[in-house]
């Protein structure tokens, strides 16, 4: 380990020119700590976003490589912005994209994961006392094509270099103050955790609490980096520590309650009950890169002898689905395939609750005391998940914040909107 700091800066820490130069302050108290410093970027504001709308505008169905292509450019936009705010304060900085250093990644477009990252020309730089700006998000592979990493992708880039160069630690820097214990827009009570583990916070970021991209988390984990999320506009505020669960002191059952609107519930009816055919199934959507997240069987119907199959995946992944199980319909010989898309999976999450009986039992009958009705249920040793009805969503959550017991005393600080449900 060496005595090396990885920030990184989300979209609204960059968004404008003003934010920019503020985000170089920051950059500079922790190199004034005596840490030299990395430093990587998200795209601008909404920058990826627009620039996703403007190739739809102009293609309904723009080919993957040509989206990487455009999405990489808006963090490339933000690593030279920064960089000169950076050289104007009198500063040495320079800026690198994925290409110059040698992010390399597999051969996948929009989602791609990191293989290796390679450190020479980053070391080099160090040691000419450079700050360095790195634009996240993106990547290049052995041949050369630049990818991305998938939706908020840069999370993952600065875990991954902090990891690759040894640093004390991973800080991202973002709007909000740190991890909450559920979306403070919705129960505006809603306590900051100091600390978190990492198997709590990945459950968390595949429940949809949309601090950090899961991928991160992972990779923290694999590499034992210490991950700070914490405020760019009150830097004062340390934020809350990812860590390991062996260094923490859990004291309650659940940590977090987290709501996911982006999926989608599939349910393929009356598959034959055959060996080998939940694998065709799921074989043909994983070849896709279309990742499912619950999945229920139902019991084999004795005349038909035919099963239903029910799953749920990303809305993102929607259109190619489809279009994977219109052939695996006819493959299998099985019957409609039905979506919804009117659902949100409500989850809980603590490490707090192995070996704790009863936490299940109180979720399920928290729901349905307020009369929401559970479509499927999934577990995990530290997550309990349940898919029900959209509009149910927000009072489920405010629901088990309460019966947990997470709320403090305090009113979070409610930043944005919360999104349509
Ligand atoms: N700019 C990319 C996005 O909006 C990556 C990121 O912000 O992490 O998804
Ligand atoms: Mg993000």
Do not use: W
């Amino acid at each position: 380990m060496r005595n090396l700091v990885v920030q990184k800066f989300g979209g609204t820490s960059v968004a404008d020119t003003d934010k920019i130069k503020n985000v170089a302050d920051v950059i500079l108290k922790e190199k004034a700590n005596g840490n030299d410093v990395v430093v990587v970027v998200s795209a601008m504001g909404h920058t990826t976003d627009h620039l996703v709308k403007l190739a739809h505008e102009i293609n309904p169905n723009p080919s993957a490589r040509e989206l990487d292509m455009l999405m990489s450019t808006g963090e490339c936009v933000s690593m030279s912005l920064l960089t000169m705010a950076l050289q104007a304060k009198g500063h040495k900085a320079i800026s690198f994209n994925a290409a110059q250093i040698g992010i390399i990644t597999e051969n996948v477009h929009t989602k791609a994961r990191i293989i290796d990252i390679k450190t020479d020309k980053l070391n080099e730089s160090l040691s000419e006392g450079n700050i360095i700006v790195i634009a996240g998000f993106q990547g290049v592979t052995e041949e050369g094509e630049i990818t991305t990493l998938g939706r908020g992708g840069s999370d993952t880039s600065a875990v991954a270099i902090a990891s690759a160069l040894d640093a004390k630690r991973c800080d991202i820097y973002t709007d909000v103050e740190g991890v909450y214990t559920t979306d403070p827009r919705v129960v505006p009570n809603a306590s900051r955790l100091d600390e978190i583990s990492y198997d709590e916070m990945l459950e968390l970021a595949h429940a949809g609490a949309n601090v950090l991209h899961p991928r991160s988390v992972e990779t923290a984990k694999q590499y034992s980096m210490p991950l700070r999320v914490r405020s760019t506009f009150k830097n004062e505020n340390m934020g809350t520590l990812i860590l390991g669960v062996e260094d923490m002191e859990i004291n309650k059952p659940v940590a977090g309650v987290a709501a996911d609107l982006s999926q989608v519930r599939v349910v393929v009816c009356d598959i034959p009950d055959t060996p080998g055919e939940a694998a065709t199934l799921f074989s043909a959507l994983a070849k896709e890169n279309i990742s499912v997240d619950m999945i229920i069987q139902s019991y084999a119907r004795k005349v038909s002898k035919t099963n239903d199959i029910a799953f749920t995946i990303n809305k993102e992944d929607f259109d190619k689905a489809k279009e994977v199980l219109e052939v695996v319909q006819k493959q299998l010989n099985a019957g409609e395939v039905s979506y919804n898309d009117n659902i949100a999976k409500i989850s809980i999450i603590g490490a707090g609750m192995i070996d704790r009986p009863g936490i299940a039992s109180t979720m399920f009958k928290t729901l349905a005391d307020n009369g929401i009705n559970i479509r499927m249920i999934s577990t995990s040793e530290i997550k309990i998940s349940c898919l029900i009805n959209k509009e149910d969503a927000q009072r489920a959550v405010k629901a088990l914040h309460e019966v947990f017991n997470l709320g403090s005393d305090e009113i979070a600080e409610v930043k944005g909107t919360l999104p349509d449900v």
